[in-house]
T-cell receptor
Framework: DADVTQTPRNRITKTGKRIMLECSQT?????MYWYRQDPGLGLRLIYY???????NKGEISDGYSVSRQAQAKFSLSLESAIPNQTALYFC???????????FGPGTRLTVL | QQQVKQSPQSLIVQKGGISIINCAYE??????FPWYQQFPGKGPALLIA?????SEKKEGRFTISFNKSAKQFSLHIMDSQPGDSATYFC????????????FGTGTRLKVLA
């Protein structure tokens, strides 16, 4: 969805490096999410935020941190990347009673 | 109890055939069941969704069947087309304010021309 953008789209980094993945949205949604996708494991929630002052851990938050700089921006950081964090990362926004989610195009991260 | 189990992991169907993907859940508090479709290189996008007060929802060639007593729901793609080749995720959530989805593990569908 063009209204949710992620940068970079691809990143190769080395073990121990700090890396930040950025997400921006023009949908005006308050809810934002970070997921990782691994083959056979589906989409797993890392962190989510309902507004700038509200940050919550998801099911797999260890090794990750986030920052909600504004309503439109939600960044995911890996403080010290490790190889098992190699995955496809998606940012999403949510709206409505049933929280329809709108996903960005994803960032493919490889940690060597 | 928070898991959503999805099967099969992969599926190959001939053009014009019916594709069926199944999901099962344990948490009876779930009250919203969406299906997301993901094409290669893209993020998932909402395809169709159902609430447990109905047993079936149809949108074009896509139908969700819901069995509340069995805690199962399935996606049926009628007259499957090569353009339907994608990964499909089921999900479950509650409308109680948590605004979190639990996703299934995904099914990679390939429709042969």
């Amino acid at each position: 969805d063009a209204d949710v953008t992620q940068t970079p789209r691809n990143r190769i980094t080395k073990t121990g490096k700090r890396i930040m993945l950025e997400c921006s949205q023009t949908k005006g949604h308050d809810r934002m999410y970070w997921y990782r996708q691994d083959p056979g494991l589906g989409l797993r929630l890392i962190y989510y935020s309902f507004d700038v002052k509200d940050i919550n851990k998801g099911e797999i938050s260890d090794g990750y941190s986030v920052s909600r700089q504004a309503q439109a921006k939600f960044s995911l950081s890996l403080e010290s990347a490790i190889p098992n964090q190699t995955a496809l990362y998606f940012c999403a926004t949510g709206q409505g009673t049933y929280n329809e989610q709108f996903f960005g195009p994803g960032t493919r991260l490889t940690v060597l | 109890q928070q898991q959503v189990k999805q099967s099969p992991q992969s599926l190959i169907v001939q053009k014009g055939g019916i594709s069926i993907i199944n999901c099962a859940y344990e948490n009876t508090a779930f009250d919203y069941f969406p299906w997301y479709q993901q094409f290669p290189g893209k993020g998932p996008a909402l395809l169709i969704a159902i609430r447990p007060d109905v047993s079936e929802k149809k949108e074009g060639r896509f139908t969700i069947s819901f069995n509340k007593s069995a805690k199962q729901f399935s996606l049926h793609i009628m007259d499957s087309q090569p353009g339907d080749s994608a990964t499909y995720f089921c999900a479950a959530s509650t409308a109680s304010g948590t605004y979190k989805y639990i996703f299934g593990t995904g099914t990679r569908l390939k429709v042969l021309a």
